[in-house]
């Protein structure tokens, strides 16, 4: 079955930057479309951006220009460069495929002021 693991989450202060990356396995990686989505403490889930199988990504409005969606086809890894971080970007990071039920455990993300 499906399996995802997000890791790179960490504290880092308001201006630095971070990878996350998202290891898949147990699907064709390469035809999925796959999402990442985010939840601050006390809010709900949201959409952050996704990343069509040929390449093409869509971004939230709210990461835009600060975000990067990748993905390496051959490792089977989905990858989120996140720059120029704020204090509004904190919460539990995921990763899950387009239209699928699986998610994986998260990663925590923490921006100081």
């Known amino acids: 079955q499906a399996r995802l693991v997000e890791s790179g989450g960490g504290l880092v202060q308001a201006g630095g930057s971070l990878r996350l990356s998202c290891a898949a396995s147990?699907?064709?990686?390469?035809?999925?479309?796959m999402v990442w989505s985010r939840q601050a403490p006390g809010k709900q889930r949201e959409f952050v951006g996704i990343i069509m199988s040929y390449g093409s990504t869509t971004l939230a409005d709210s990461v835009k220009g600060r975000f990067t969606i990748s993905r390496d086809d051959v490792k089977n890894i989905m990858y989120l460069q996140m720059n120029s971080l704020k204090p509004e970007d904190t919460g539990v990071y995921y990763c899950?495929?387009?239209?699928?039920?699986?998610w994986g455990q998260g990663t925590q993300v923490t921006v100081s002021s």
């Open positions: 147990g699907f064709i990686f390469s035809t999925a479309a």
């Open positions: 899950g495929v387009r239209g699928g039920t699986t």
